[in-house]
């Protein structure tokens, strides 16, 4: 009699096989669509490569200016260079940082000079990242519109500025604040 009881459960083990294989090749087309958001990084690569050409034209136009520039306006001019060297290291933990953690690690053997933070930053530091630094390029943004007010007083744009960048900065306080009790800061 125990065999009658065996082969249905040969039956629907035999039957959940095909199911299973199913399954996993499923899993497997989503676990390598990863390498899809590859590209991407990429793509960001070279808009940190075109943005090195609008910094050395930035810095080309910085110089043979400077002789006949005031002081507010050499200001303005590293604030403005300082502003695209911030938005470079944006793009740059963006594309290590993704890449890490969403497509495949990175392995730094071999590269002793490579930073700590590339291979290191999980996703709660991301964010913090991201957004320490937009808050510090939404500040320079400001800084300038301040500088820029004896030339062109509009106090509206300059009210704007300010309240947007008030945002970021309770923003990225309150996402640090919810890491930090959700225990996803470091």
Known sequence: M??????????????AR??????????????????????????????LAVLLYKFGLEL???????????????????????DLSLTGNLILIVVFSG??????RI???????WPE??????????????LASIVAISAIQVLKAFMALDTSLNTEKLMWLAGVHLVFVVSTLLMALS???GGGGH
């Open 99 to 104: 890449y890490e953690n969403f497509v495949s």
């Open 179 to 181: 890491d930090r009790w």
């Open 107 to 113: 392995d730094p053997g071999g590269h002793p000079d």
């Open 60 to 82: 080309i136009h910085f110089i043979t200016h400077a002789s006949a520039a005031k002081e507010a306006d050499i200001i303005l001019g590293a604030l403005s260079l300082i």
């Open 117 to 130: 933070w590339m291979t290191k930053v999980d996703f709660s530091g991301l964010k913090q990242k991201l």
């Open 18 to 47: 095909p199911l299973k294989k199913v399954e996993r090749g499923f899993e497997t087309v989503l676990f390598n669509s990863r390498w899809l958001m590859a590209p991407f990084y990429f793509g960001l690569v070279i808009c």
């Open 2 to 15: 125990a065999e009658p009881s065996q082969a249905p459960a040969e039956a629907s083990n035999h039957d």
